[in-house]
């Protein structure tokens, strides 16, 4: 039984350079969430998507980042351009939701630095 | 908005001792409350959760009380183990908004 597959699991990039996460849901799952985990910040939820469709994107830092669901089992998340302070733990998480306590799903996380 | 505080870290425990890792938090509405624990280099995964006032969670030797009279949720466990060592988060939810606290991170020496 497969759990949230994200890609890759580390990248290392040049500042300016695109980058593209890329995250699997668990099957049947109705939520999507991405987080960024840095030491200073902690986790922080970037965006989150229901039935495909984003409902949260507060949490979004800059127009450098956008993210995309356009079907229910897969999601991507792109920097362009990115920036060293951009370096961190990205992480996606899936749930089905229905209005209970709905416990959300994490994949392995990618770490990203950018130089 | 929601949100939750708990326990700064790190904390460092011998075998066997007894682990209290605090956690309040502030809600408008009826949350459900969790504890998630990371270990090193893996994501996020849910340890214990509890839905309501007075519901006790508990998996692996943990356990925590969802307290509303305190708003609190503390993580206790009464032998840990030095596998024990990860992070843990305290983490509240409310139609699927869901709040992490900042982490405690847990060393166990044998």
């Known amino acids: 039984d497969a759990g949230v597959i994200q890609s890759p699991r580390h990248e290392v990039t040049e500042m300016g350079q695109e980058v593209t996460l890329r995250c699997k849901p668990i099957?049947?799952?109705?939520?999507l969430f991405w987080y960024r985990q840095t030491m200073m910040r902690g986790l922080e939820l970037l965006i989150y998507f229901n039935n495909n469709v984003p409902i949260d994107d507060s949490g979004m830092p800059e127009d450098r980042f956008s993210a995309k669901m356009p079907n229910a089992s897969f999601s991507t998340l792109k920097i362009q351009p990115s920036e060293p302070r951009d370096s961190a733990v990205y992480f996606c998480a899936s749930s089905f939701t229905s209005g209970g306590a709905d416990e959300q799903f994490f994949g392995p996380g990618t770490r990203l630095t950018v130089l | 908005g929601d949100s939750v505080t708990q326990m700064e870290g790190p904390v460092t425990l011998s075998e066997e001792a007894f682990l209290t890792i605090n956690c309040t938090y502030t809600?408008?509405?009826?949350?459900?409350l969790f504890w998630y624990v990371q270990y090193p280099g893996e994501g996020l995964q849910l340890l214990l959760k509890?839905?309501?006032?007075?519901d006790k969670g508990s998996n692996k030797g943990f356990e925590a009380t969802y307290r509303k009279e305190t708003t609190s949720f503390h993580l206790e466990k009464g032998s840990v183990q030095v596998s024990d060592s990860a992070v843990y988060f305290c983490?509240?939810?409310?139609?699927?908004?869901?709040?992490f606290g900042a982490g405690t991170r847990l060393t166990v020496k044998p």
């Open positions: 509890a839905t309501k006032a007075d």
């Open positions: 983490a509240l939810s409310d139609n699927n908004d869901m709040r």
């Open positions: 809600a408008t509405g009826y949350p459900s």
């Open positions: 099957s049947g799952h109705n939520s």
